[in-house]
């Protein structure tokens, strides 16, 4: 019977983060967070956008997968993005297929989650991309990390990762992809115009950057304290902003550390104890990111916020005021320079360091106000790193740091994005944090290429900017019975003519998978211009028929129609004259049916 797989596991990630550190950074476990069970949930977090096409976030899991992904929407020309695979162990795999022509693909690796164990890729190029495989067997909780260097034109383009694994035959051990599991990222390269500059981070340079000691804010009598600035960059196990000098023992109020999987943490010290918050998801990777850090004396209670909303938060034992000696961004305050391998690369911008505890609403606020336009308390530290002759001056700033052109633009893009199956209807909902006047547009296509107007609404400026930081919206679109695979996305339209694209949420019908004496494997490579192999595993003798489908229900190519032996079997498809497109294969056995996705791509 078809079914619609609209199910998935949402990542919840607050205070699930939140551990005590008893050494130093570098080398901590963390404690995993947790799963909820929802209904077709599109977590689109609250990531900075650069322009017409802000960068946001997904994190998307699949009731019957077992692999979660991060990746950002869009880029520049010629920039580095890293893209995030998370899966749970529940499927072993043993390298990976990487499908992408206009992409180049500069690095891949593995980190054990919950440690810092690294898994070694080789990676062999062909064509249509690499093929990325791993030393070892990878069991376990994991997290890959793919580095892909974005084509000098801009374009739209997908990026295929398909999880392998080793099967043996006649032949010898060979890399099988897994199409169950195929994951899709959507990428779009565009050239962003530029909003003023950044602070540059590089190994190229001679030292850290350095804050002036005498201009740092006075906390002797504060309340508390808030830090907050943007960053970019797909750096991980970097210091990005510290205020220690290393000292085990030394009391200190803040280190933000991004860690071997590419998540953010703040760190604090008192005692000899290190305590710490994160974000919950990765971070490093190549887009605009918010990260805000605020402590309350009183009260004890620190908070951190990601793009504007919080994501976690613990008490601090007895934490009293401390003196900021200094602060150092891109490394740690006091460690000598000592070259590339420590040094953190990319863009810094709108930092701000107040003398007072902050409320993750007001920091949501305050995270797209442009530094020159804030009203701050007595003693804050801006830095909005323009310059000269319009710059924010409140603070030292070493003499010989380096600047960038930055393309921040400081819209916020929907989230909670949620997708659910009905018969005869989707229904779509999401969440606008901090609403600003805007115009919001659901758009549909059905094959994930060209897009079509189902609805839109507006954010007017009565409506925006009020004390309450979340607007919910939905829209029901009435589907024919028997339609084949739809693609949704939310966009928003501002008034400065940026625009924001989330995440497309591919809505289709499959088979419901329950164990049979067959399984549909999939065809590599996919996509595929002349021929592809297509490979199916047989777990006793089994009378089957494979075929090839169009999108349009059309019957293309009977592959095989015969009783097969157990064991693992290959059919090669030429695809003769067939057009560039989607097709199906369906392999039938019984009353079971299984069918995976083909590309044809000239």
């Not at 019957?64 to 995030?84: H, K, V």
Request: hydrophobic letters at 40%; proline letters at 5%.
């Amino acid at each position: 019977m078809p079914w619609l797989c609209s199910s998935v596991l949402l990542f919840f990630s607050k205070s699930a983060y939140s551990v005590l550190i008893t050494r130093r950074p570098f080398g901590y476990r963390y404690l995993p967070g947790r799963w909820i069970l929802v209904n077709a949930v599109v977590l689109a977090s609250i990531a900075s956008p650069e322009t017409s096409r802000v960068l946001a976030q997904s994190a998307v899991r699949s009731f019957a997968q077992s692999f979660s992904q991060w990746a950002p929407l869009a880029t520049s020309p010629g920039e580095d993005i890293n893209l995030f695979v998370d899966w749970d162990g529940t499927h072993p795999v043993d390298g990976f297929l990487i499908e992408t022509a206009a992409w180049d693909v500069v690095a891949v690796e593995a980190v054990r989650l919950g440690r810092n164990d690294r898994v070694i890729f080789s990676i062999r190029r062909w064509v249509g991309g690499v093929v990325a495989e791993a030393s070892e067997r990878l069991v376990g909780r994991h997290r890959l990390i793919i580095t892909l260097r974005s084509p000098d034109e801009p374009s739209s383009s997908t990026v295929l990762v398909v999880p392998s694994i080793r099967v043996e035959d006649s032949s010898g051990y060979h890399l099988v992809p897994d199409n169950r599991h195929e994951l899709e990222f959507d990428v779009d390269v565009a050239v962003a115009p530029l909003s003023g500059r950044a602070l540059r981070l590089s190994e190229s340079r001679s030292r850290w950057v350095i804050v002036d000691p005498a201009k740092m804010p006075d906390l002797s009598s504060a309340s508390g304290f808030t830090v907050a600035f943007w960053l970019k960059s797909i750096d991980r196990e970097k210091v990005v902003l510290s205020s220690w000098t290393g000292s085990e023992f030394e009391d200190y109020s803040f280190e933000f550390v991004i860690d071997a999987g590419g998540e953010m943490r703040v760190y604090s010290g008192q005692g000899g104890m290190h305590y710490s918050v994160g974000s919950g998801r990765p971070i490093a990777d190549g887009s605009w990111h918010h990260f805000a850090y605020s402590v309350n004396y009183t009260s004890g209670l620190a908070i951190m916020t990601l793009d504007g909303a919080e994501v976690d938060s613990r008490f601090l034992p007895d934490m009293g005021r401390v003196e900021i000696s200094g602060l150092s961004i891109g490394g740690r305050y006091g460690r000598e320079w000592d070259g590339e391998e420590n040094s953190l690369n990319g863009l810094v911008d709108e930092f701000v360091f107040l003398p007072a505890a902050t409320s993750a609403a007001e920091i949501g606020r305050m995270s797209r106000v442009p530094v020159a336009a804030l009203e701050s308390p007595a003693g804050a530290v801006l830095f909005d790193f323009e310059p000269l002759e319009t710059r924010v001056h409140r603070v030292g700033i070493a003499p010989d740091a380096d600047y960038a052109p930055s393309n921040l633009i400081l819209h916020q893009p929907a989230t909670d994005i949620v997708a659910e199956f009905h018969p005869g209807s989707v229904s779509l909902a999401w969440t606008v944090v901090r609403p600003e006047p805007q115009v919001i547009t659901v758009e549909r296509s059905d094959d994930g290429v060209l897009f079509e107007t189902m609805y839109r609404t507006a954010i007017h400026e009565a409506e925006a900017n009020r004390d309450d930081t979340r607007q919910f919206f939905s829209f029901e679109d009435f589907i024919s019975e028997g339609s084949p695979i739809y693609f949704y996305r939310i966009r928003q339209e501002f008034t400065d003519q940026s625009v924001i694209r989330s995440q497309m949420i591919k809505i289709g019908v499959g088979s419901l998978e329950t164990p049979t004496a067959v399984e549909l494997i999939g065809n590599s490579p996919n996509p595929f211009a002349t021929s592809t192999e297509v490979n199916f595993r047989v777990f006793e003798p089994t009378q089957l028929r494979l075929s090839v489908w169009s999108v349009s229900g059309h019957l293309i190519k009977v592959l095989a129609s015969e009783t097969r032996d157990a064991g693992f079997h290959r059919i090669l498809f030429e695809a003769g004259d067939l057009p560039s497109g989607i097709y199906f294969l369906r392999l039938e056995t019984g009353g079971s049916v299984q069918t995976r996705k083909m590309i044809v791509r000239r």
